[in-house]
């Protein structure tokens, strides 16, 4: 049974990332999501938030998990029993950092292969930082999220323009 897990941050989803997350469920038997819970980095969503989104961005495909970690991926990756890591790639400003943290897990762990997977050209400008940056101040990310987390994102940037949270 092929398992990959495509890690990151997720704050929040993106259209860029449905598209991996769709290409990645036909290729493998199983695709775990998984949300880093990342002690040096501030989400705006906490990992609740991220998770509860990628559920139902996940929800129509049968093979696809969501879930949590924290520490290395490898150690995780071998919890799940994956062989595989996905990555998607945007432009050659992703490739430096991603060629390294592809060269140290496999140091880490030989048998976990890197997978790249090249973004739909579609969302090669695409990161959750512009999604967070355009919604801030109050441009239409409609085309950017997927619908089932739209109205979640512009609340929580609602919230916290007016100081709710
Ligand atoms: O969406 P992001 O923030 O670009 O995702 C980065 C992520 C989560 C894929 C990466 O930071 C990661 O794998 N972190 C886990 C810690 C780890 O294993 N680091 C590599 C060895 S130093």
Not at 123 to 128: E, N
């Amino acid at each position: 049974m092929k398992i990959a897990i495509y890690p990151g941050s997720f704050d929040p989803v993106t259209n860029g990332h449905k598209d991996i997350i769709d290409r990645g469920s036909r290729l493998f038997d199983k695709l775990i999501v998984a949300v880093l819970e990342n002690p040096r980095k501030v989400p705006l969503f906490t990992t609740e938030e991220r998770l509860e989104m990628l559920k139902a961005v996940a929800h129509s495909y049968s093979n696809v998990d969501v879930d949590a970690f924290c520490g290395l991926l490898i150690t995780y990756a071998k919890l799940k029993n994956a062989q595989i890591i996905i990555k998607g790639l945007r432009a050659m400003s992703d490739f430096e950092f991603e060629f390294q943290m592809a060269l140290v897990n496999r140091k880490l762990d030989p048998r976990l292969e890197t997978m790249f997977m090249m973004t739909n050209n579609r969302y090669a400008f695409l990161s959750s930082s512009i999604v967070k940056e355009i919604a801030f101040y109050g441009g239409d990310i409609c085309e950017l999220v997927p619908s089932e987390v739209y109205n979640q994102v512009l609340r929580k940037i609602r919230d916290v323009n007016s100081g709710n949270v």
